[in-house]
Nanobody, 122 residues
């Protein structure tokens, strides 16, 4: 079993910055891609950013390109999201997701964190 715990959410002013972190723990064999998603009130959960297992490939939602940056540290089993030039429409609960394989032949399973609130307001 893998647990994901997010931290770093909070209140920021428009134009400000926040950095989210997510740490995976538990019985870890191999973590695949990791990502950040968000869900605003009354809206569906949406992808914000993804990073490949080795960290060499990243992708972003159009709404955050050029403002957010995802990174990971495989030695620490962490994935971060640096959020700059924040806008009120970035307000949401942000969730970390990780793919995990418990053995070489086992399928990938998605694990989710509990979410962290990000509020952008003056």
């Amino acid at each position: 079993q893998v647990q994901l715990v997010e931290s770093g959410g909070g209140l920021a002013q428009p134009g400000g910055s926040l950095r989210l972190s997510c740490t995976a723990s538990g019985t870890i064999f191999r973590i695949g891609s990791m990502g950040w998603y968000r869900q605003a009130p009354g809206k569906q959960r949406e992808l914000v950013a993804l990073i490949s297992s080795g960290g060499g490939i990243t992708s972003y939602a159009d709404s955050v390109k050029g403002r957010f940056a995802i990174s990971r540290d495989n030695g620490k089993n962490t994935v971060d999201l640096q959020m700059n030039s924040l806008k009120p429409e970035d307000t949401a609960v942000y969730y970390c997701k990780a793919e995990h394989r418990r053995s070489v032949v086992a399928p990938l399973i998605d694990y989710w964190g509990q979410g962290t609130q990000v509020t952008v307001s003056s």
